[in-house]
Structures are given as structure tokens and as C-alpha cells.
């Protein structure tokens, strides 16, 4: 069964440092987004991109994060300078179309910031 | 804003049958969606109720009633491995975000 896949799967910043999450969502996938879980609370949506541009964000997702689709496969998240409160898991997930109510979800990206 | 409260935690043993709820405070919404997250895991899809009613998936059941905004996630012949927390979603029309609830962990024991 096809899956969303990501790297690292774990991975420790100092503060200040830049970060680049990494993800393959599911190849015949059209729309793309990354969500965020800090410990112990709920899913909280950080952006969702299609047609190579951001299409929606919220307002987690401020000028120190981007998005980007370098290639046919890959799509990455950016943090430009790490916060403390950016300690989080991130999720890329992926879905066939707009309607997203079924998004596939990779493993996460835990990002602890020292 | 959308708001999606759900009880934070349930218990219960195996073989039993538990209702997860699900209030929601929103409009215009395609449907609701349950999550089920094993702990450091994934969110992994589980049920979809677009109109009104019960939808069954083998042990999983859900249920919509957009009059009385409330849902609810039915666990049937409870296994050690339905552990997880639990989580209904909504996805407003005219957005793409997926909206979360609060989360209910469930703990089933022997």
C-alpha cells in the first residue's frame, strides 16, 4: 500500500538553527500539507500546497516557515530560525483531492529544539 | 473559529463496545472524518460520515447528526490494540485544512 514517507524521523536543533523536513507524499497525491503535534495535544494544520504554490496556511505558519516542492517527489518544510516552542512532531501528509477528508499521514518528524 | 470537543479519556475492557463522542461547533462542513493515533504515531484515517447517519467499517461505527452538531466513533469487540487516541476532524467548505478535535484516549484493558 502505497504511504507518505519522511525524514528524519528524529531530529535535535539548537535554537536559532534552520531546519529542512523532508517528505514523499503518495505519488498520484495532488495536494500536500503539513501539520504539527505538540506533545500531548491535538493535530493542528500548518499549510496546504497544490499546483507548486501554498493554497492555504494558518496562522502557526508565520515568514520563518516555507514550503517547497524541489522536484516530482519530494516536498520539504523549512524552519529559517528554530524557537523553543517549535518542539513539535511534523506531519506531511497527502491527499488525492480537495476534499480532503482522507489524508494519509506519514510517520511524523520529531523536532526537538535545544 | 471551528471548535471540536471530545472527551479526553475512556476506559473500558477487552471485548467491550465504547462510544467516543464528538461535539462540534461549526457550519458548512463537508463531513467528519475519525483519526485513530497510536502513540508516536500517525494519524491514520478511519471513518468518513458525509450525510446523516451510521457508517459501518467492520468493529468501527460512526455516526452524524448535523441538526444536533455531534458525532460519535462506536468500538465494537474492543482488542488490546484499539489503545490509541482517537480523534474526529472537520474539513469547512471553501478550506482545505483538516480541523482536529481535542482527542480521546482510549485504554482498554484485560
Known amino acids: 500500500e502505497p504511504e507518505v514517507t519522511q525524514t528524519p524521523s528524529h531530529q535535535v536543533t539548537q535554537m536559532g538553527q534552520e531546519v529542512i523536513l523532508r517528505c514523499v507524499p503518495i505519488s498520484n497525491h495532488l495536494y500536500f500539507y503539513w501539520y504539527r503535534q505538540i506533545l500531548g495535544q491535538k493535530v493542528e494544520f500548518l499549510v496546504s500546497?497544490?499546483?507548486?504554490?501554498?493554497?492555504?496556511k494558518s496562522e502557526i505558519f508565520d515568514d520563518q516557515f516555507s514550503v517547497e516542492r524541489p522536484d516530482g517527489s519530494n516536498f520539504t518544510l523549512k524552519i529559517r530560525s528554530t524557537k523553543l516552542e517549535d518542539s513539535a512532531m511534523y506531519f506531511c501528509a497527502s491527499s488525492r483531492d480537495s476534499s480532503g477528508n482522507t489524508i494519509y499521514f506519514g510517520e511524523g518528524s520529531w523536532l526537538t529544539v535545544v | 473559529g471551528q471548535s471540536l470537543e471530545q472527551p479526553s479519556e475512556v476506559t473500558a475492557v477487552e471485548g467491550a463496545i465504547v462510544q467516543i463522542n464528538c461535539t462540534y461547533q461549526t457550519s458548512g462542513f463537508y463531513g467528519l472524518s475519525w483519526y485513530q493515533q497510536h502513540d508516536g504515531g500517525a494519524p491514520t484515517f478511519l471513518s468518513y460520515n458525509a450525510l446523516d447517519g451510521l457508517e459501518e467499517t467492520g468493529r468501527f461505527s460512526s455516526f452524524l447528526s448535523r441538526s444536533d452538531s455531534y458525532g460519535y466513533l462506536l468500538l465494537q469487540e474492543l482488542q488490546m490494540k484499539d489503545s490509541a487516541s482517537y480523534f474526529c476532524?472537520?474539513?469547512?467548505?471553501?478550506?482545505?485544512?483538516?480541523?482536529f478535535g481535542t482527542g480521546t484516549r482510549l485504554l482498554v484493558s484485560p
Open positions: 476532524a472537520v474539513k469547512e467548505q471553501g478550506f482545505q485544512k483538516l480541523v
Open positions: 500546497f497544490y499546483n507548486n504554490e501554498i493554497s492555504e
